[in-house]
């Protein structure tokens, strides 16, 4: 079953009807006006039924796009089977699809894990849930400029720039001359961010 025909079949119209819908949608026309100046097109369908075609060919739309995505992921994974290929093509629900995919989605690498990556096993944690950013006297983040000073760490991971402080000052400092001056590799995994690498080049 094509995509205008489950469209017809779940917005209860005929194939044909969707279709020409379809192409006014395509153009460029508003649910309203291909209402009411259209009806020759589509069979004299109301907002009602277009709205719903219009609803399920966006849906469609979306679904066809992360069919394509989800396909090349696995793909690049070398994991692509032909069953598995043809259970993404034949299907029709976003949840069923997620749920084809959930096994094969790459997982996400935690701070931990980019740590060890990079060499680094022995690691302490420094938390400071529920204080602002906005202040850098919060006891964790106090803690590890300490241990840093006292030479105890030689690399510090974090998510992004902004969980060392949102006193951006502040944080510009230590990232530009506390950091290098006590030889402090500095890593933010989603800002892309290694300062041994950036030496290295």
Request: aromatic share 6%; proline share 3%; charged share 35%.
């Amino acid at each position: 079953m094509t995509i205008i025909e489950r469209t017809a079949a779940e917005a209860a119209v005929l194939p044909a009807q969707a279709l020409a819908v379809k192409k006014l949608l395509d153009d460029g026309c508003t649910v309203p006006f291909i209402a009411r100046y259209r009806k020759e097109a589509h069979g004299n369908l109301d907002e009602v039924k277009i709205a719903k075609i219009q609803e399920r060919l966006v849906y469609y739309g979306e679904l066809e796009e992360r069919k394509a995505s989800i396909l090349k992921s696995i793909d690049e994974q070398g994991k692509l089977t032909d069953e598995l290929k043809a259970q993404i093509e034949e299907c029709f629900v976003k949840s069923r699809l997620e749920d084809l995919y959930q096994p094969y989605k790459p997982k996400r690498r935690t701070r931990a894990q980019v740590a060890k990556e990079k060499g680094y096993t022995n690691l302490v944690h420094f938390l400071d849930d529920g204080i602002s950013g906005v202040t850098m006297d919060r006891p964790g983040f106090v803690d590890m400029i300490r241990q840093l000073e006292e030479g105890r760490a030689a690399a510090v991971f974090v998510k992004d720039l902004s969980r060392l402080g949102r006193n951006y000052i502040e944080v510009g400092r230590l990232t530009e001359e506390f950091f290098p001056e006590h030889d402090i590799r500095l890593v933010a995994v989603s800002d892309n961010i290694d300062t041994a690498e950036e030496s290295e080049e």
